[in-house]
T-cell receptor, first 116, second 113 residues
Framework: EAQVTQNPRYLITVTGKKLTVTCSQN?????MSWYRQDPGLGLRQIYY???????DKGDVPEGYKVSRKEKRNFPLILESPSPNQTSLYFC???????????????FGPGTRLTVL | GNSVTQMEGPVTLSEEAFLTINCTYTATGYPSLFWYVQYPGEGLQLLLKATKADDKGSNKGFEATYRKETTSFHLEKGSVQVSDSAVYFC????????????FGTGTQLKVEL
């Protein structure tokens, strides 16, 4: 079954304690991305990757890091979490799109993070 | 830059009522347009999509038509069910290629018996 998995699904942590949210896809997709979802703001892109070892900032990258050492995995790292990073996080993947392509982005189930 | 504007929610309807969720966009050229649905506790799922002017996307009784002249992609369904209760996101993908999606803020739909 084609899927994007994220772990953990729920996480409560304290300010400053480093954490990693894992993301894995089994569709051999080149493109992977992280979004955060906040009330009234929709989804905003944090980082994306167009292939192994190729990553770039999205719209709200401050306070986050990513890595892409393998094609299937794209972990999100919060080196020193702060309360304003409390949010719902989604990982997504797709094939690398061409002009006018409507290739579907597949989303993971989400990780609800609370930073106290 | 690109942007998507959706009507504020929540929208509350009775079962079998007609649904319209408005979506307008700002983008250069001809972006691709999408509607995603998020059921409670789940991730986003693609509902329908359209790539060029006058294209109509449809799925599960939902429809949306790409209107270039009004820069709109309104979501409609003729008869909603309780199971349609979810959050609906309008999104666009820029005409320049790449995979980035720009989302609207989402519209929560509640359907009651």
């Amino acid at each position: 079954e084609a899927q994007v998995t994220q772990n953990p699904r729920y996480l409560i942590t304290v300010t400053g304690k480093k954490l990693t949210v894992t993301c894995s896809q089994n569709m051999n997709h080149e493109y992977m991305s992280w979004y955060r979802q906040d009330p009234g703001l929709g989804l905003r892109q944090i980082y994306y990757s167009m292939n192994v070892e190729v990553t770039d900032k999205g719209d709200v990258p401050e306070g986050y890091k990513v890595s892409r050492k393998e094609k299937r995995n794209f972990p999100l790292i919060l080196e020193s979490p702060s309360p304003n990073q409390t949010s719902l996080y989604f990982c997504a993947s797709s094939i690398l799109g061409l002009l006018q392509s409507t290739d579907t982005q597949y989303f993971g189930p989400g990780t609800r993070l609370t930073v106290l | 830059g690109n942007s998507v504007t959706q009507m504020e929610g929540p929208v509350t309807l009775s079962e079998e009522a007609f649904l319209t969720i408005n979506c307008t966009y700002t983008a250069t050229g001809y972006p691709s347009l999408f509607w995603y649905v998020q059921y409670p506790g789940e991730g986003l799922q693609l509902l329908l999509k359209a790539t060029k002017a006058d294209d109509k996307g449809s799925n599960k009784g939902f429809e949306a038509t790409y209107r270039k002249e009004t820069t709109s992609f309104h979501l409609e369904k003729g008869s909603v069910q309780v199971s349609d209760s979810a959050v609906y996101f309008c999104a666009l993908r820029g005409a320049g290629g790449g995979n980035k999606l720009t989302f609207g803020t989402g519209t929560q739909l509640k359907v009651e018996l």
